[in-house]
């Protein structure tokens, strides 16, 4: 059984503390390059004409390329901890479009002593105008 002591701060860190905040611009452009890179070429992300005939009406961002974002928040916050183990648990609950906005925020939900370090757990949300598209947490070793 593992031992779990919550802590309200830890190095510098308390309960409550905001991430860095990532402002990122979508548009077709970064779309297209992703299903370049990733060799996720669904038409539904990158064939306007195809796009249309579906539920969404246009073209929709990788939901990966969306937690791109979230992953650079998490790695600009404590690139050890997410690079070496962090774990993310999140639902998608909308769809990012081209010319859309995506606001990345997070908080430091609860801060836990486990038997093999300290971790943070940390409450993310990804808007897109006031709508939340992606809701979840990431937890990394502080």
Not at 83 to 107: C, H, K
Request: charged share 20%.
């Amino acid at each position: 059984m593992s031992n779990v002591e919550s802590l309200q701060q830890y190095k510098g860190l308390s309960v409550g503390d905001n991430l860095p905040e990532l402002i990122q611009a979508v548009d077709q452009n970064m779309i297209d390059a992703y299903a370049d890179a990733s060799g996720d070429i669904n038409p539904l992300h990158i064939d306007p004409e195809f796009a249309k005939t579906t539920f969404f009406g246009r073209t929709i961002a990788h939901g990966l390329l969306t937690l791109a974002f979230v992953s650079r928040v998490l790695s600009q916050w404590n690139w050890n901890g997410w690079a070496y183990g962090g774990e993310l648990n999140v639902a998608f609950l909308g769809p990012v479009y081209p010319g859309d906005t995506v606001r990345v925020s997070g908080e430091i939900e609860s801060i836990e002593h486990r038997d093999d370090g300290v971790y943070a757990c940390c409450q993310l949300v990804c808007h897109c105008a006031e709508k939340a598209v992606v809701k979840g947490y990431a937890i990394c070793k502080i």
